[in-house]
């Protein structure tokens, strides 16, 4: 317990100290961005997880080289989902969650709702239960032909004749 004390003092003193210098570093590379912040915590983080302080030759070049690293992964994944591209969201122009239904809206929404279901009853019992299960349980044809004891070509025809019937359902009521 008291070694344990002792790290947490140690990345604690680490932090006072390196927190500003780390801050400048991600600032210079990456500009004035809300997610500094973050990363420097990061740093501390895998700091705190990771290596043995005792063995660290070099804490300061450590703590960089660490922060260097996540840098890298950061470049990687801003560039994997092309991040540049994307709109930030912005509450005043997309609008919030706390916007209210119309009376109208939430009519025609349990309206929606209420057909559905009527078009789900509809279904023969088995076709319903796999439909059912997968749409509403999240499990695989593999999973639901084991429980209801049928082969999972089955299970994709069952999955079919719901979807095309519930189509077909949705398409008369629109």
Same mark, same amino acid.
């Given at each position: 317990m008291r070694d344990?004390?002792?790290r947490?003092a140690?990345i604690?003193a680490l932090s006072r100290?390196?927190r500003g210098p780390l801050?400048?570093?991600f600032?210079?590379?990456?500009?004035?961005?809300?997610?500094?912040?973050?990363?420097?915590?990061e740093?501390?983080a895998r700091?705190?997880?990771?290596?043995?302080?005792?063995?660290?030759?070099?804490i300061?070049?450590?703590?960089?080289?660490?922060a260097?690293?996540?840098?890298?992964?950061? $470049?990687?994944?801003?560039?994997a989902?092309?991040?540049?591209e994307?709109?930030p969201?912005e509450e005043?122009?997309?609008?919030?969650?706390?916007?209210?239904?119309s009376?109208?809206?939430?009519?025609?929404?349990r309206?929606a709702?209420?057909?559905?279901?009527?078009?789900?009853?509809?279904?023969?019992?088995?076709?319903r239960?796999?439909?059912v299960?997968? $749409?509403?349980?999240?499990?695989?044809h593999?999973?639901?032909?084991r429980?209801?004891?049928?082969?999972?070509?089955?299970?994709?025809?069952?999955m079919?004749r719901a979807?095309?019937h519930?189509?077909? $359902?949705?398409?008369?009521?629109a």
């Open positions: 344990l004390a002792e947490a140690t604690e100290r390196l801050r400048r570093f600032e210079k590379r990456i500009g004035h961005h809300d997610e500094i912040e973050d990363l420097v915590q740093v501390f700091l705190a997880a990771g290596a043995k302080l005792e063995s660290v030759n070099g300061e070049a450590y703590l960089f080289q660490t260097t690293n996540l840098l890298r992964d950061r $470049h990687r994944r801003l560039g989902r092309d991040a540049a994307h709109e969201y005043a122009l997309h609008g919030g969650a706390t916007e209210t239904l009376p109208e809206r939430e009519i025609l929404g309206e709702i209420e057909q559905l279901i009527a078009a789900l009853y509809a279904l023969p019992e088995r076709t239960s796999v439909w299960l997968y $749409h509403f349980e999240d499990l695989p593999a999973e639901i032909s429980r209801l004891g049928m082969a999972q070509s089955t299970v994709e025809k069952h079919s979807n095309a519930l189509l077909k $359902h949705i398409d008369r009521c």
